[in-house]
């Protein structure tokens, strides 16, 4: 007897593991640490295990952290400045400070921890050594522990604007339907 006579079909039922292989590698969550005395920091196990082997670091796009990219989000980021042309001076000088704080093929060591290249570790941290390394979604921030606390107390200060701004999309989203 085949399938079809047993009422099964060609499609396969996707098996939880195969659902999860499918899932797009999302950063979330917050710690604080420290560098130590060489600028190493430790990247927290569940961000490492996503990271995978080797990963990018990067200024982030207003420069104002660190970015720990996975490689196949870096790549995804290059292309889309990539689409945006070669031909616009702005965008050119934009890219060329860019490329020079970011530095790919990062891996950690034994102990989970990777050398922040000094130039961007000076232009970004300073002499700043606690941080404090957030998700956000698909890369790692890392930003000087007191940077992190103002952006709080700003983000609290503008929540109920941003409260408003996202029932005002929720509402036009529902009208849209």
């Known amino acids: 007897m085949d399938d079809r006579e047993n009422g099964k079909t060609d499609r396969t039922a996707e098996s939880p593991e195969s659902k999860e292989k499918q899932r797009p590698v999302r950063f979330i969550g917050s710690f604080s640490h420290s560098l130590d005395a060489k600028g190493r920091l430790v990247i927290p196990q569940p961000f490492r295990d996503k990271l995978g082997e080797s990963f990018c670091v990067a200024p982030s796009y207003d420069f104002k952290s660190i970015s720990v990219y996975p490689t196949e989000m870096w790549e995804k980021r290059n292309e889309a400045y990539e689409r945006l042309g070669r031909l616009n001076p702005a965008l050119n000088r934009y890219l060329e400070q860019f ?79």
């Not at 921890?113 to 404090?132: A, H, S, T, Y």
């Not at 029932?167 to 849209?176: F, P, Q, V």
């Open 99 to 177: 490329y020079a704080l970011s530095y790919d093929e990062q891996t950690c060591d034994g102990q989970g921890r990777v050398l922040l290249p000094f130039n961007i570790r000076q232009k970004i941290l300073g002499e700043e050594r606690d941080v404090e390394i957030t998700g956000a979604n698909d890369h790692i921030r890392v930003v000087a522990e007191v940077t992190g606390r103002d952006s709080w107390t700003q983000f609290t200060s503008e929540l109920p604007g941003l409260l408003e701004m996202i029932a005002g999309l929720e509402r036009k989203d529902s009208a849209d339907e």
